[in-house]
């Protein structure tokens, strides 16, 4: 499917290139994005090498299962079939922590390296477990959202930081709200496979 969208929009912006004239315009901007898709490319790489290391260090100094200790209360009932098999935990805490600190760098690779366990390579289908981490992955409350501060800082702002206290008050019903909902579906479709399984349709 992507390769057919990423088809479509090069194939729209070949056509209108040619009819208005901007095909120089068109050829210099392809080389440009493929420039900085390199660049993106390579700063990525260092990164998830060099949070994956501190992670794994983490791990190896008994950090990650400190962190699933204290954040227990919270991961339970959001996470139950992680608990259970005990897969995927420290790794979850590790992001969420990254998530609420704004260390945006550091919650990509630990993310990946969360659902990679959550996943255990056994099936290509994501559970639910691995659609709540998705879903509070993006809604997660931030203490200190530095990407936006730096664009407000950067855009002329004065109070940059002067936002906080809404950030603080959206992001934090946003993931009640997302945790609740993705609970909820999932809940309601294991009550749904239980009651095929009595029936004999599954």
């Known amino acids: 499917m992507a390769v057919r969208i990423s088809g479509i929009i090069i194939a729209v912006s070949f056509v209108f290139a040619l009819f208005s004239g901007n095909m120089t315009a068109l050829s210099e901007a392809a080389v440009s994005g493929c420039s900085r898709a390199v660049t993106l490319t390579m700063s990525l790489i260092g990164m998830m090498c060099l949070w994956s290391g501190v992670m794994r260090c983490a791990e190896k100094l008994g950090f990650l299962d400190r962190l699933s ?6 991961l339970k009932p959001l996470f139950p079939e992680a608990w259970k098999s005990g897969r995927g935990i420290p790794e979850i805490s590790a992001a969420i922590t990254a998530n609420i600190l704004g260390v945006g760098n550091a919650a990509t690779p630990l993310a990946t390296a969360a659902m990679k366990s959550l996943s255990d390579g ?20 931030c203490a200190v959202p530095t990407t936006i501060i730096s ?19 959206c992001s934090v019903c946003l993931s009640v ?6 609970r909820t579906l999932a809940f309601s479709g294991a009550s ?11």
Do not use: C, Q, Y
């Not at 056994?122 to 409350?141: E, H, N, Q, R, Y």
């Not at 709200?177 to 993705?182: E, N, T």
């Open 69 to 74: 200790a204290v954040m227990s209360p919270v």
């Open 122 to 141: 056994k099936s290509d289908t994501a559970t639910d477990d691995m659609i709540t981490f998705t879903v509070l992955g993006t809604a997660f409350p």
């Open 151 to 169: 664009l407000r800082a950067a855009a002329g702002s004065r109070t940059p930081l002067d936002i906080l206290p809404t950030v603080w008050i």
């Open 177 to 182: 709200f997302a945790a609740v909902l993705s």
């Open 192 to 202: 749904a496979k239980r009651k095929k399984r009595r029936t004999g349709d599954l």
